[in-house]
């Protein structure tokens, strides 16, 4: 690949905002030893402001900033080539319980859930437990687990503090795991083993205990079933680029579709490089492969 003036997107002000930087800094150091000229830019405010010239813009903003489809949109109005994910796509993925009927409607097991806008909107239906999390948020920022009614109506006030809108799913006892795909690329499954109960922002992004398994520990069928599902996911969600989608599989090997993250983290701890590992590509390799994918992206035909 020829040198290119790539902006990076990182920062900007969601719950992600440290997670994002760690991510833009390693992602930056990739740029550079593949010979690209990068420019850094701290959230979407600030790219409004540039003048430099691009070729591509690399987007590392995670949370609302860079994930709900308003960036996205914004760049293809603009006319930038960019690693974002088609603005359509990356605002439905945002929306948690939208993507949860889309991917259903296509045949991939969810758990019962409902949304919630207010506090009188919840419905206690059976015994617990459930899962409390914000129905637009990533990195399991706000999650909480309620083992009976009195814990679900405390979690749900809890939450509603640091979020407008909420998702309360029943509780799947299982195996977390995700599969990330780039490009037509689907890698290899890593499994979560979190230091704590939840996989929630301290396991993920602060405990030195939470341990990651890549291939998954467990079979290989259960894990090729994930790929499988993890690609409908893409291409049922209409994705471009690259993703990570998450699942949680229980002991009678029913996978369960959770979410899909449309910029993955990119930090020391996120699985992403760690599957990428697996499949044989390093950090930088990972980068090339991700910076590729916006020559195959809405905007990018005139490349």
Avoid at 66 to 81: F, H, K, P, R, S
């Amino acid at each position: 690949m020829r040198s290119l003036n790539v902006m990076l997107l990182q920062g900007g002000q969601s719950a992600e905002r440290e997670v994002s930087l760690n991510s833009g800094a390693a992602v930056h150091q990739a740029l550079l030893a593949l010979g690209h000229q990068v420019t850094v830019v701290d959230g979407f405010s600030a790219l409004k402001k540039q003048q430099a010239e691009v070729d591509v813009v690399f987007n590392m903003l995670h949370g609302a900033d860079g994930e709900d489809g308003q960036l996205a949109a914004w760049l293809n109005l603009e006319g930038y080539v960019s690693t974002c994910c088609d603005f359509a796509a990356t605002s439905v993925t945002w929306h948690k319980d939208q993507a949860k009927a889309i991917v259903a409607e296509a045949g991939l097991l969810t758990p019962k859930a409902q949304l919630l806008k207010h506090h009188d909107d919840l419905k206690i239906v059976g015994d617990g437990p459930w899962i409390v999390k914000p129905a637009t948020e990533g990195s399991s920022v706000g999650l909480y687990k309620a083992n009976d009614a009195q814990a679900l109506k405390q979690a749900v006030n809890e939450a509603f503090h640091t979020a407008d809108e909420l998702l309360v799913e029943a509780f799947i006892d299982g195996v977390e795991c995700t599969v990330g795909i780039v490009g037509n690329d689907v890698l290899p499954v890593v499994s979560i083993n979190p230091a704590s109960e939840l996989y929630d922002y301290h396991a993920k992004y602060m405990s030195q205990s939470t341990e990651y398994h890549c291939p998954a520990d467990f079979s290989l069928e259960w894990q090729e079933a994930l790929q499988q599902d993890a690609k409908l996911a893409y291409e049922t969600l209409k994705i471009k680029g690259w993703c990570r989608v998450d699942f949680i599989i229980d002991n009678q090997g029913r996978r369960w579709f959770l979410e899909v993250n449309t910029t993955p983290g990119m930090t020391n701890n996120s699985l992403l490089p760690k599957a990428a590992a697996v499949h044989g590509w390093s950090f930088v390799d990972l980068v090339a492969r991700i910076l590729a994918t916006a020559y195959v992206s809405e905007g990018a035909a005139d490349e």
